[in-house]
C-alpha cells in the first residue's frame, strides 16, 4: 500500500492553509461555470421534455448539500488518514478495510484490494474525463468570441486543434511543479472573483432599474428564483450542477506537499467549497437569472413544423428548417454564450457603450478561470494515478517523479493526450459537450458515494466514532449520490432523444473505461500471483538478524541466501559525504537473497527498508530482478509452489 513518498522523492512540503485551499477553489473556479455550464443548464429538459430552467438555482442548490455531505466525509479520512500520498481516496479505501479487519496489508483478493480498485476506476473516470470537458469548453468559447467579430464559425478541426495547444500548455504548467501552480491559481481565484462581483452586481442592478422596460422576466421575483418548481427538473439540474462543484477534494492527493495535512487538509476542503460554492456560485447564479428577460433575443434554426402536416410526395419541397426568433430563457438555451449576450446587455444599458468590452474582459477572466481548474483537476488526477501506480495498480512508469520538479511528469504528458481526444468528442456538438460533462459526473457520483462509505467503515469500530459524522452525515451523502447515479439512467430511459444522445454518450465512455480497467486488473492480477522475482539487499552485517526477525513475523519469509561481502557506495566507504573521491575503502556488508511473489514485492521492500534504516550512510541498497523459473530440486516442482 503505498503512502506518502516524501521521504522516497525528496518532495518538500510547501502548501499552508492558503495554497491548499486555494488549489482546491481553482478547481471549483464559479468565474469558468457560470459562463461554460449555464447554456446547459437553460437547454436541460425533463425526461418529459419540459424546460428544465426554472429549477437551475434548486438544482445547485441540491447538489451543494451533497457536495457538503461528501466533503465532510473527505475531511474525516483526511484527519484519519494524512499519509494517504498522493493516492487520496484510493488509499482512504485500502486503509479502511485493513483497519476494519485488522489486517496489516490488501491480499489478491481482498475487500481492501477491491475497494481500492473500485474506487481508482470512479475517481480516474471523474478526474481523467473532467480536463477534457474543460478543453472542450475552453474550444467552445474561443468559437463564441471568433463568432462574435466575424460571424463565422470555426469548423470542429479548428476547435480540436485549439483544445489541443491548450492541453499541452496546462500540461506543462503542471509539468513545473506545484509551487508554480498554487502561484498561478491564487491570481486566477482573485480576478474570477472580481469579475464574479462585478457581473452579480451588474445583473441585480439591471433587474431593478429595467433600463430596457422589459415586461417578460424569466422569473417573476427573487423568491421565484431560489424556490422549487419540479423535483424532476431539479433532479436533471443537479446531475449538471455536481459538474460545477467538485474539487474541494483535491487537496487531499497534495498531502505530500501539504505542511501539518492532518490539520490543513480537512480545513481546506470544507473551506474551499463554502466559499465558491455558497459565496460564489449561488450569489452569481440567483444575479444571473434575475434578469433573464425578453430582451435577450437570437436566431434560432428549429425543425419545420410544415414538416408534420405536409401531404405524402410534397415533404421535398419544404425546407427541413427554418429559422425563427428567440428571447428570454429560451435564448440562454440557444446561445452559445449566454452570460457573453448578458454582459454586452449589462454594458450597453447598465454601463451604457462598453457591451462588447465587458464581454470580452469577462471572457478573458473565463479563459484564466478554465486554466485554473484544467490545471488543479490535472494535478490531482496524476497524483492519484502515481499513487496507484506506485502501489502496482497501474503501469509502473505512471508513477515516475520528476527529480527537479517533483511532479508526476510521464502521466502528465498521457492525461494530455487523452484530454485531447475528449474534447474532440465535446467540441461536435452540444450532446457531445454534454455526453462527456455527465461522463465525469457519474464517476464523480460514484466516487462520492463510495467515499461516504469508507469513511462509516474506518471508524465504526474506532472509540471517537461519531453517529452523527461518520453514520448519518456519510449516509445523507450516499444516498444523494446514487439519486444523481440514479437520475442519469433515468434521462437515458426515458428523456428526449438529446437526453438519451447525451446519456449514451456517458455510458460509453464510463463502460470503456470499466471493461478496460476490469481487463487489466484481471491480467495483471495472475500475473502477480504467478510471477515471482528476486530480491537482493546489500546491507550492513550487524541489521541481519533484525531483517530476518522482521520478515519472519510478518509472514514474508520462505527462505534467504545469505553472503558475506565486501564493498563501496557514492561515500567511496567513508562515514561521511565530504569523502576524498581519490580514497576507496571496501567495507564488509552481507548480500541476502530471497524469492518472492510479485504479489509481495512491494510489501517486502516496505518492510526491508523499515527493519534496515538506521539514517547513516551506509544502511545499504534493495534491488529487485526478475526471476524467470524456479525449480525445486528434491521434487520437480516449479513456479509459484517451488517457493
Not at 425533463?46 to 429549477?55: E, H, I, W
Not at 546489500?538 to 545469505?562: K, Y
Not at 557506495?569 to 573521491?581: L, V, Y
Amino acid at each position: 500500500m503505498a503512502e506518502s513518498k516524501e521521504n522516497a522523492t525528496g518532495i518538500v512540503p510547501t502548501l499552508g492553509l492558503l495554497g491548499s485551499s486555494m488549489n482546491a477553489m481553482a478547481l471549483i473556479a464559479p468565474g469558468a461555470f457560470l459562463w461554460i455550464t449555464y447554456q446547459m443548464q437553460a437547454s436541460a429538459t425533463t425526461p418529459s421534455g419540459a424546460p428544465a430552467s426554472l429549477d437551475m438555482w434548486a438544482g445547485i442548490l441540491l447538489a451543494l448539500v451533497l457536495a457538503f455531505l461528501t466533503a465532510f466525509s473527505y475531511a474525516e479520512l483526511a484527519k484519519l488518514y494524512p499519509q494517504a500520498g498522493f493516492a487520496s481516496c484510493t488509499f482512504f479505501a485500502e486503509k479502511a478495510f485493513l483497519d476494519s479487519r485488522g489486517e496489516k496489508r490488501a491480499m489478491p483478493h481482498s475487500l481492501a484490494r477491491y475497494s481500492k480498485l473500485v474506487t481508482g476506476w470512479a475517481a480516474h473516470l471523474f478526474y481523467w474525463v473532467y480536463p477534457g470537458v474543460m478543453v472542450a469548453t475552453f474550444a467552445t468559447l474561443i468559437g463564441y468570441v471568433y463568432n462574435y467579430f466575424t460571424n463565422q464559425n470555426l469548423s470542429n478541426a479548428s476547435l480540436t486543434f485549439i483544445g489541443i495547444v491548450f492541453a499541452a500548455v496546462v500540461g506543462w504548467i503542471a509539468y513545473r511543479g506545484v509551487t508554480g501552480s498554487t502561484l498561478t491559481n491564487i491570481w486566477i481565484n482573485i480576478i474570477q472573483w472580481v469579475a464574479l462581483v462585478t457581473f452579480s452586481v451588474l445583473a441585480i442592478t439591471y433587474r431593478v432599474a429595467n433600463p430596457e422596460h422589459a415586461t417578460q422576466w424569466a422569473f417573476s421575483s427573487g423568491f421565484d428564483v431560489v424556490k422549487f418548481h419540479n423535483i424532476q427538473a431539479v433532479l436533471v439540474q443537479s446531475t449538471i450542477a455536481i459538474l460545477i462543484l467538485v474539487g474541494f477534494e483535491s487537496s487531499t492527493a497534495m498531502a505530500p506537499e501539504t505542511k501539518n495535512p492532518e490539520k490543513t487538509i480537512p480545513k481546506a476542503i470544507l473551506i474551499a467549497l463554502f466559499v465558491q460554492g455558497v459565496l460564489a456560485y449561488l450569489f452569481e447564479y440567483f444575479a444571473a437569472n434575475l434578469m433573464v428577460s425578453e430582451k435577450l433575443t437570437g436566431v434560432a434554426t428549429v425543425p419545420n413544423p410544415a414538416l408534420a402536416h405536409a401531404v405524402s410526395g410534397t415533404a421535398q419541397a419544404i425546407p427541413a428548417t427554418i429559422t425563427q426568433t428567440v428571447t428570454g430563457m429560451a435564448q440562454m438555451a440557444n446561445s452559445a454564450a449566454p452570460i457573453g449576450d448578458m454582459c454586452v446587455a449589462l454594458g450597453n444599458h447598465v454601463l451604457p457603450g462598453i457591451g462588447t468590452g465587458l464581454m470580452l474582459t469577462m471572457a478573458m477572466t473565463v479563459i484564466i478561470a478554465v486554466l485554473g481548474t484544467t490545471l488543479s483537476c490535472m494535478n490531482t488526477a496524476v497524483r492519484v494515478t502515481s499513487g496507484m501506480a506506485d502501489d502496482r495498480e497501474l503501469p509502473e512508469f505512471m508513477a515516475f517523479i520528476h527529480p527537479k520538479n517533483k511532479t508526476p511528469h510521464t502521466v502528465i504528458g498521457v492525461l494530455v493526450v487523452v484530454s485531447s481526444v475528449i474534447a474532440a468528442i465535446g467540441v461536435q456538438s452540444v450532446d457531445g459537450l454534454l455526453g462527456i460533462t455527465l461522463a465525469s459526473n457519474f464517476g464523480t457520483f460514484v466516487l462520492y458515494g463510495l467515499v461516504c462509505i469508507w469513511t462509516y467503515i474506518a471508524y465504526k469500530d474506532r472509540p471517537d466514532f461519531s453517529a452523527l459524522r461518520h453514520l448519518a452525515v456519510p449516509l445523507g451523502g450516499l444516498l444523494l449520490n446514487v439519486l444523481m447515479c440514479g437520475g442519469i439512467f433515468y434521462l437515458n430511459m426515458t428523456g428526449t432523444p438529446d437526453n438519451k444522445i447525451e446519456a449514451q454518450i456517458c455510458f460509453y465512455i464510463a463502460g470503456g473505461w470499466a471493461l478496460l480497467s476490469f481487463i487489466y486488473v484481471m491480467v495483471t492480477t495472475v500475473h502477480k500471483n504467478y510471477g515471482l522475482k528476486m530480491v537482493q539487499a546489500v546491507i550492513r552485517p550487524e541489521n541481519l538478524d533484525d531483517l530476518v526477525g522482521t520478515l519472519t513475523s510478518e509472514g514474508l519469509l520462505q527462505g534467504m541466501t545469505v553472503t558475506e561481502v565486501k564493498g563501496f557506495g557514492r561515500q567511496r566507504g567513508s562515514k561521511n559525504e565530504a569523502a576524498d573521491p581519490e580514497k576507496i575503502k571496501f567495507l564488509p556488508k552481507v548480500r541476502v537473497e530471497l524469492l518472492v511473489n510479485e504479489w509481495d514485492v512491494a510489501h517486502v521492500m516496505e518492510v526491508m527498508q523499515t527493519a534496515l534504516n538506521t539514517g547513516k550512510y551506509g544502511d545499504g541498497k534493495i534491488f529487485v530482478f526478475e526471476a524467470e523459473e524456479v525449480m525445486r530440486i528434491r521434487t520437480g516442482e516449479t513456479g509459484k509452489v517451488a517457493v
